[in-house]
């Protein structure tokens, strides 16, 4: 069959496999399990700090935060930091991560996930990508984050860095349409 101009022009193929990924960025499965009264999820399984599961990773700090509907918080970037995070299944964000490290092989790909959407799944996120969420959900959009380092908002020691929301692109942000 032959298209219009326009339609040859505009026309593409959809990829389904899995997109680009990022060195040392890491998603691990969660088992939900459920019964007819609700359903438990094990976060982390911690022996002195350290989480089974997460190779060489040794949590210091928990974290809550929410994002309003429709809120992009990004980008944060860490020199120092691994930051582990989990959304509820009930939630859906899309998260934005970019490989800035310099010389990394992975320097400068750019990857894109849901999290939460009916699944549970830790999101390890290594020192220098640069990550951020948009909440794609109509209520508050919820993250618990494990962290190697205490924070601190001294400037001194403070290890979180920002770069602009659209470092990436806006269109990084938007839905995917097709």
Not at 88 to 113: F, K
Not at 126 to 150: E, Q
């Amino acid at each position: 069959m032959d298209f219009s101009g326009d339609a040859k022009r505009a026309f593409h193929v959809q990829t389904y496999g899995p997109g680009p990924v990022i060195e040392g960025v890491t998603l691990t499965p969660l088992a939900r399990h459920a019964d007819d009264g609700g359903n438990l999820t094990e976060l982390v399984r911690l022996s002195d700090g350290r989480a089974a599961g997460l190779d060489g990773f040794i949590v210091r700090q928990i974290n809550y935060s929410e994002l309003g509907p429709g809120v992009i918080k990004a980008f944060h970037l860490h020199v120092r930091q691994t930051d582990v995070w989990y959304v509820p299944p009930g939630d859906r964000l899309l998260i934005v991560l970019l490989d800035v490290r310099q010389g990394s092989p992975t320097e400068g790909v750019r990857m894109r996930l849901v999290l939460g959407d009916g699944t549970s799944r830790l999101l390890r996120i290594p020192p220098g990508v640069a990550h951020g969420a948009r909440n794609l959900g109509p209520g508050p959009g919820r993250v618990i984050y494990f962290t190697d380092l205490h924070f601190s908002a001294e400037p001194s020691s403070c290890d979180e860095g920002r770069l602009p929301w659209d470092f990436a692109g806006a269109d990084v942000w938007e839905v995917t349409r097709g």
